[in-house]
T-cell receptor, first 114, second 114 residues
Framework: GAVVSQHPSRVICKSGTSVKIECRSL??????MFWYRQFPKKSLMLMAT?????????EQGVEKDKFLINHASLTLSTLTVTSAHPEDSSFYICSARPDTDTQYFGPGTRLTVL | AQTVTQSQPEMSVQEAETVTLSCTYDTSENNYYLFWYKQPPSRQMILVIRQEAYKQQNATENRFSVNFQKAAKSFSLKISDSQLGDTAMYFCAFMKQDTDKLIFGTGTRLQVFP
C-alpha cells in the first residue's frame, strides 16, 4: 500500500514555456501532499505543502507565482513550473501522507529546460 | 530550528557484512519522529524505518534496525547481512509532531561490494 505516482518521469522543454507535473496517491487519499526539489547529489528541499481544497503553503524563498500548485482532489496534486528557465532544471519529487505521520514519495520527475 | 547531520558522505561494506550509518539531530522538541529513507539509483525515495521519539524501544524492520539515543540526539541505522540491493543514498529525516515538515540530512552514499 501507500503508492504515489508522478507523471511525467522526464520532461524537456524550451525556455519560457510552462510544464505541469502530476502527483497521484494511488491507493489512499491524501489531504496533504508535498513538493520537493533535489539538486544533483544533494538532499531534498521542501518547496511547498499542498492542501486539498485550499492554497498551498510555500517555503521561504520559493516563488509561488513561479511554481503553481493545485490540489484539486484527495488523490491529485499538480505542480506547474511557469515560464521555465534553465535554472529551474532539477529533479522534482512529490510525497503524500495518508492518515499516518509517514510521507510516501513518488518516483520523481526530471525537468530539463533548454 | 531543527537540523539533521549525517557526518558520513560515503560508506562501503562487503556483501553479508554489517554497516552502521550515523545521524544526529538538534531539536528542543520532546515529541517528534525520525525516519531513514533510501534512494537507490532509480531516485525513488523508499521508507526504510521510522521511530517515534516517545518509544524507548528501537525500531526494527527485518535486516534494518536503529539505535535511538534520545538524550544524545542520535539515530543510527544498522544494516545487517548487507545485500547488493542495499546500494543507495540513505537520508535521515526529522519531523516534529503535529507538523508535516520533514527535515532531511545531507545523505550517506552506501556502496555494497560483492
Amino acid at each position: 500500500g501507500a503508492v504515489v505516482s508522478q507523471h511525467p518521469s522526464r520532461v524537456i522543454c524550451k525556455s519560457g514555456t510552462s510544464v505541469k507535473i502530476e502527483c497521484r496517491s494511488l491507493d489512499f487519499q491524501a489531504t496533504t501532499m508535498f513538493w520537493y526539489r533535489q539538486f544533483p547529489k544533494k538532499s531534498l528541499m521542501l518547496m511547498a505543502t499542498s492542501n486539498e481544497g485550499s492554497k498551498a503553503t510555500y517555503e521561504q524563498g520559493v516563488e509561488k507565482d513561479k511554481f503553481l500548485i493545485n490540489h484539486a482532489s484527495l488523490t491529485l496534486s499538480t505542480l506547474t513550473v511557469t515560464s521555465a528557465h534553465p535554472e529551474d532544471s532539477s529533479f522534482y519529487i512529490c510525497s503524500a501522507r495518508p492518515d499516518t505521520d509517514t510521507q510516501y514519495f513518488g518516483p520523481g520527475t526530471r525537468l530539463t529546460v533548454l | 530550528a531543527q537540523t539533521v547531520t549525517q557526518s558520513q558522505p560515503e560508506m562501503s561494506v562487503q556483501e553479508a557484512e554489517t554497516v552502521t550509518l550515523s545521524c544526529t539531530y538538534d531539536t528542543s522538541e520532546n515529541n517528534y519522529y525520525l525516519f531513514w529513507y533510501k534512494q537507490p539509483p532509480s531516485r525513488q525515495m523508499i521508507l526504510v524505518i521510522r521511530q517515534e521519539a516517545y518509544k524507548q524501544q528501537n525500531a526494527t524492520e527485518n535486516r534494518f534496525s536503529v539505535n535511538f539515543q534520545k538524550a544524545a540526539k542520535s539515530f543510527s541505522l544498522k544494516i545487517s547481512d548487507s545485500q547488493l540491493g542495499d546500494t543507495a543514498m540513505y537520508f535521515c529525516a526529522f519531523m516534529k509532531q503535529d507538523t508535516d515538515k520533514l527535515i532531511f540530512g545531507t545523505g550517506t552514499r552506501l556502496q555494497v561490494f560483492p
